[in-house]
Nanobody, 122 residues
Framework: QVQLVESGGGLVQAGDSLSLSCAAS????????MGWFRQAPGKEREFVGV???????YYADAMEGRFTISRDNAKNTVYLQMSDLKPEDTAVYYC????????????????WGQGTQVTVSS
């Protein structure tokens, strides 16, 4: 059973930076491709970016620049560093992992964390 646990969310002001973490367990972490998503109130879930076990990154066009994904395989943890946050970044942020994948970036994600709330005030 794969478990993903996000942490690090909170209330910040516009222009602030925030780093989220996602701790993974249940499988060899280096096997994981790890993705980040977000869902704002009343909106569909949105892809942020993904990192493979070797550190290869892919970001959604709208996320590139202010969002940085990294991973620490020794800690079984993936990070999402967000800078210059805006009120429209307010959302629940999720990490996710696919069971398997054939394309890059992966299309389907099978394991999801519970999410962590990020609220950006203006």
């Amino acid at each position: 059973q794969v478990q993903l646990v996000e942490s690090g969310g909170g209330l910040v002001q516009a222009g602030d930076s925030l780093s989220l973490s996602c701790a993974a367990s249940g499988r060899t972490f280096t096997d994981y491709v790890m993705g980040w998503f977000r869902q704002a109130p009343g909106k569909e879930r949105e892809f942020v970016g993904v990192v493979n076990r070797g550190g290869l990154l892919y970001y959604a066009d709208a996320m590139e620049g202010r969002f940085t994904i990294s991973r620490d395989n020794a800690k079984n943890t993936v990070y999402l560093q967000m800078s210059d946050l805006k009120p429209e970044d307010t959302a629940v942020y999720y990490c996710a992992a696919p069971f398997s994948w054939r394309s890059w970036p992966p299309v389907t994600y099978d394991y999801w964390g519970q999410g962590t709330q990020v609220t950006v005030s203006s």
